[in-house]
């Protein structure tokens, strides 16, 4: 399982739950230096689209959704 958050509050909560998490940054309320926040709160990765979202899951052998 892994979650997908946008916020580094989110990231860091699932970071604090042991939750693998990637980090969206897709979203219109997403700003440049979201992905890199994200990154610092500890996502493992970042995706911005569906296509991103599948290929990450697929490099780290995380079935998808």
Not at 5 to 31: I, K, N
Request: proline share 6%; glycine share 14%; hydrophobic share 50%.
């Amino acid at each position: 399982r892994v979650l997908f958050r946008s916020s580094t509050v989110g990231v860091g909560a699932a970071v604090a739950a042991g939750m693998p998490v990637l980090g969206f940054v897709g979203g219109e309320h997403c700003w440049p230096e979201l992905g890199d926040q994200l990154r610092g709160a500890g996502a493992f990765d970042v995706a911005s689209t569906s296509e991103d979202i599948h290929a990450v899951l697929a490099k780290a052998a995380i079935p998808a959704p």
